[in-house]
């Protein structure tokens, strides 16, 4: 017999996007009743793939709109992870080390980058050698000079789990089912179809990461959205090797500290759902790291894994209310940056889905591809 449940709003994606948006929502409105649903341990999912880097100057070197959202998420990020902890009980490892970028690695870029963090007012070193010796003694000396940014630094897998218990906590429904379609007329959704039972709410929330596009096929839209997929390993080296992020070209290192290694990453592939993790690529990746950090070379590796991005056409995120659908709100295409954009996307999205967001972000609004 089919099971029907009623919810004020239903977020469709157990990743860390969906879930912060339900507990943001809680928090702000404990009596709502919210139900989150999906996977949380997807295989491919994105969440606990990533490396968790807070690297909003890193990944961006124009002042455009998207890169003020990442740094104010970013500077949202130690009251967050300490809001988080409080109601969740879990501890998630977060600094604000910062992160280095090696000259030897962006020689061409080298000081176009200084130039947009001296205009952008982004707290930046630059370290001789001698300083590098010791402050990151193990770094290889053909790192050169070396920039330094205040970036952040999560365990991301860490952090979604304190998200799942937060949630949990502040009362949310998990459930975990798959949405194979939606019970809706040419403006509005009813109910969630899933294996065990139809879900009905009052207001739907798209949070699938790159299974966006096939569940707004359901709907009928047409979503210019699709997984580029990461293949990322973990090596164990002792904490004390490195308490920065490294951005290096086509590589990058991001300690989870703990005891719990380096990540090492990645890949930028375009091959749809594929899930395969290549021996050779690995190495690749491990090889490359260890120009940059030596004792990568001789470190056992914990463990190797795929992950996919949701990537929109222009790169941006999709967020906000539905153009087509009066009760849909979307959170997707998150793209590289989806673990720093957490917490104000968090806000941003409650605030449009309690209809008290003050203004729209065009760029990244979802009537841009008429969805
Ligand atoms: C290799 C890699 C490295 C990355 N590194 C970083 C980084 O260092 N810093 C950073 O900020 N970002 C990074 N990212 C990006 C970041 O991880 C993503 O942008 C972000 O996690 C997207 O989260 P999400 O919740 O939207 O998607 P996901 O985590 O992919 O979650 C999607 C959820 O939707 C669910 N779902 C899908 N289809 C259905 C359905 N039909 N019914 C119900 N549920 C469904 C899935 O089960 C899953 O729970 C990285 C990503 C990858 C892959």
């Not at 009052?202 to 959205?225: D, N, Q």
């Not at 720093?340 to 990244?364: G, R, S």
Request: contains cysteine.
């Amino acid at each position: 017999m089919t099971q029907k449940h009623n919810y004020d709003i239903v977020i469709v994606g157990a990743g860390v996007i969906g879930f912060s948006i339900a507990f943001r929502l809680m928090r702000s409105r404990p009596d709502l009743k919210i139900a989150v649903l999906g996977d949380p341990m997807n295989s491919l999912m994105a969440s606990r793939a990533a490396a968790g880097m807070l690297a909003p100057f890193g990944e961006c070197d124009r002042a455009d709109r998207f890169f003020h959202f990442c740094r104010e998420s970013l500077e949202k990020y130690p009251a967050f992870i300490e809001e988080l902890a409080v109601i969740s009980d879990a501890s998630v490892y977060f600094s604000m080390n910062g992160s280095l970028m090696p000259s030897s690695f962006f020689k061409e870029t080298w000081e176009d980058r200084k130039r947009f963090f001296e205009e952008e007012n982004i707290p930046y070193e630059v370290w001789s050698p001698g300083e590098v010796r010791e402050k990151a003694p193990y770094l290889s000396e053909s790192c050169g000079e070396i920039l330094w940014v205040r970036e952040g630094q999560v365990n991301n897998r860490e952090l979604h789990d304190a998200l799942v218990s937060a949630a949990r906590k502040l009362g949310v429904a998990v459930l975990e089912a798959n949405v194979t379609g939606f019970n809706r007329d040419e403006s509005s959704i009813g109910h969630a179809v899933t294996g065990s039972g139809e879900i009905a709410g009052k207001k739907f929330v798209l949070a699938s990461g790159s299974w966006s596009e096939a569940l707004g096929r359901t709907l009928g839209i047409s979503m210019p959205l699709k997984p580029i997929k990461g293949q990322m390993c973990r090596l164990q080296v002792e904490d004390n090797r490195l308490e920065y992020t490294v951005h290096g070209l086509l590589t990058y290192i991001a300690p989870w500290r703990g005891g719990q290694g380096f990540v090492l990453g990645s890949t930028m592939e375009d091959r749809g759902f594929d899930s395969a993790v290549e021996d050779q690529v690995i190495q690749g990746l491990i090889d490359r790291a260890a120009e940059i950090l030596p004792c990568l070379s001789q470190a056992p590796v914990i463990e190797s894994w795929t992950g996919l991005r949701p990537a929109a056409e222009d790169l941006m995120p999709i967020m906000g209310k539905s153009q087509r659908y009066k009760n849909l709100y979307y959170s997707t295409g998150h793209y590289r940056n989806g673990i720093l954009q957490t917490p104000n996307q968090a806000d941003y999205v409650a605030e449009a889905i309690l209809e008290t967001l003050k203004e729209e972000i065009e760029e990244f609004s979802p009537a841009r591809y008429s969805l």
